[in-house]
């Protein structure tokens, strides 16, 4: 019988220390201290990477799988990404010569336009000179005459045929995402619509009950409310103590709760009784069981499972918060250490990872780490993402390309804990009161996202 050999994990860049004390989530690269603080910090965006210790990412060397069907004909996989990037990046780049030509040959109009009517401009003050100058009285009543004539036609000002310039949004480089041109218009401002004080001391979590009756489901954790939104209020429909860390609406409308134990708690929309449902979950950051996301549909059929990547690595450290596109990527929320640093992942379902977002590299610094909350889709397919060590809400496209990003207390927008939005497009944003405070916490409905 053949005997498999144990070879010790050597770090990716010198392959000689066997001391394996660092990860790069951007490049999946195991590191020794020696490489992580000489080698890796010269690389090419290094300061925007994700570098972690391994035992925040659960990656000890003894977990490596070095099988054989890891590695299999890695070249053939080489030369098939490289193909698919170029088809890409041409298409790309016949896309943006077509835009600058355009672009060209309406500004090329313009400018023509434009230089015609200083040129007639021009011819008029030339005129009007003449008038005021002259000592002639005939000529000048009738050259006054003509010009008040001249002053009433109406001059056609030159406007653009653009409205927009593309913005090539950069995707990491994967046959899946290098990045696309796209139009993204920035006119549109998130406006406080109206805002509604809650009876708790906190919206952490928040979900739709029932559409047609303006009902919300929201909770501080504690204290689990179903109210209905009346004009400038919240009346409270229904109230139950219980300790919760999530909810969903179910099909039936029924409203699932994450709580103390493995299996989740039902509360009926039709008689409000809570009961155990037929769904488990379990998750924990340092425990070494699965970190795996499931996609069931609407009866509880596996349609898709998340768990590892090509290299046959986890692709989660923590899952925090999952949302979908209408295009069917998944977007997690992964958190990476115990302080609740995390990441934004869309993973495929090869086990490639579409994109990863590390927060924007101008608003993230070691005093400021990006540490992501929640993520919702919007009526639009963009993806928005709160961060906990501030206000500031990230909107990403749907393959997780950073669009922009807003600064809520801006508009008065303090403590963002949860989004909802309902079927007919009503978006509302839970909040929690401000620290020293003991106001109760607020709801706001904003005009978009």
Known sequence: MATVEQVPVTCHQCEEDTSIKWKCLNCDMLMCDKCKEKIHVKFK???????????????????????????????????????????????????????????????????????????????????VDDIIQSKDARKVFDGGSGLLVSKEEVITIPCTKFDYVPTFLPGQITAYNIGSLEKISTKDEIKIIKQFDAKISDIFYMAMADVSKDALWITDQKVLQKVKIEETSLKIIAQKDIKNYGMAITPSKDLLLVCKGNRLKQISDQTGEVTKSKYEWGNSLHSSGKRVVIVMDRNGKHETTFEYDTQGNPIFTYVKNITRTKIGNICVVDKLSKDVRGRVIIPSEDGYVINTFNGHPELKTDKIPFKPRRVITTPSDSIVVSNKNNDILFFLNSSGNLIRWCDMNEIGIFDINSFCISKSGRIFIGCGTREGSSDHAIIYEVNTL
């Not at 070095?66 to 088809?87: G, R, T, Y």
């Open 45 to 127: 965006f290094a300061k925007d990477h994700q570098v972690v210790s391994i035992d925040e990412v659960g990656l000890y060397a003894e977990e490596i799988d070095f099988s054989p069907s890891k590695f299999q004909n890695p070249h053939k996989a080489i030369m098939c990404d490289v193909l698919e990037i170029d088809q890409h990046t041409e298409k790309i780049e016949t896309d943006l010569t077509q835009k600058w030509e355009d672009l060209q040959m309406h500004t090329e109009k313009e400018h023509l336009e434009v230089s015609l009517l200083i040129r007639s401009l021009e011819f008029k003050n030339l005129e």
